[in-house]
């Protein structure tokens, strides 16, 4: 292998977010090598009541929210991803959880989406992963903004 190979294969290989590895794609390993940081429960309780989500899921769609102090939203998803590919809205609400994750539900018209995810930062961006511990475990790519 030539020189120009071998360095364009080591780049390629040591930093996949730079080539277009989508956040579908990440591990919580991933994220901790970025230098991920886990927001603290005090950090998330200042992020998180009135913040405007926007989650992108795995299978592509996009859903926006507005978390209201009392812990409701309504929810809004573009529709990518599904199978009819129609957009869609349903009732939501989220709480932070005793073991420091934030938690969501939404009703949707035809499922029910639940969850709970530990929060990380990196740079300015933010993701939720279901572990702290398993590097393996898929994280999640969110945007909070007041």
């Given at each position: 292998?030539?020189?120009?190979?071998?360095?364009?294969?080591?780049?390629?290989?040591?930093?996949?977010?730079?080539?277009?590895?989508?956040?579908?794609?990440?591990?919580?390993?991933?994220?901790?090598?970025?230098?991920?940081?886990?927001?603290?429960?005090?950090?998330?309780?200042?992020?998180?009541?009135?913040?405007?989500?926007?989650?992108?899921?795995?299978?592509?769609?996009?859903?926006?929210?507005?978390?209201?102090?009392?812990?409701?939203?309504?929810?809004?998803?573009?529709?990518?991803?599904s199978?009819?590919?129609?957009?869609?809205r349903?009732?939501?609400?989220?709480?932070?959880?005793?073991?420091?994750?934030?938690?969501?539900?939404?009703?949707?018209?035809?499922?029910?989406?639940?969850?709970?995810?530990?929060?990380?930062?990196?740079?300015?961006?933010?993701?939720?992963?279901?572990?702290?511990?398993?590097?393996?475990?898929?994280?999640?790519?969110?945007?909070?903004?007041k």
């Amino acid at each position: 292998m030539n020189k120009l190979a071998a360095a364009l294969l080591a780049l390629v290989v040591a930093t996949p977010l730079a080539f277009g590895q989508t956040s579908a794609d990440l591990k919580l390993g991933d994220i901790k090598a970025q230098g991920a940081k886990q927001l603290t429960v005090e950090e998330m309780r200042e992020l998180l009541p009135g913040a405007k989500v926007k989650r992108m899921t795995k299978t592509g769609s996009t859903h926006f929210w507005e978390n209201s102090a009392d812990g409701t939203f309504v929810a809004s998803s573009d529709g990518r991803g599904s199978t009819k590919q129609v957009p869609g809205r349903g009732k939501g609400s989220w709480h932070l959880a005793d073991n420091g994750t934030y938690c969501v539900i939404i009703e949707w018209s035809v499922a029910t989406d639940q969850w709970c995810r530990y929060l990380f930062k990196v740079g300015d961006k933010y993701y939720g992963a279901g572990s702290v511990s398993n590097d393996a475990a898929n994280v999640f790519e969110y945007e909070f903004s007041k």
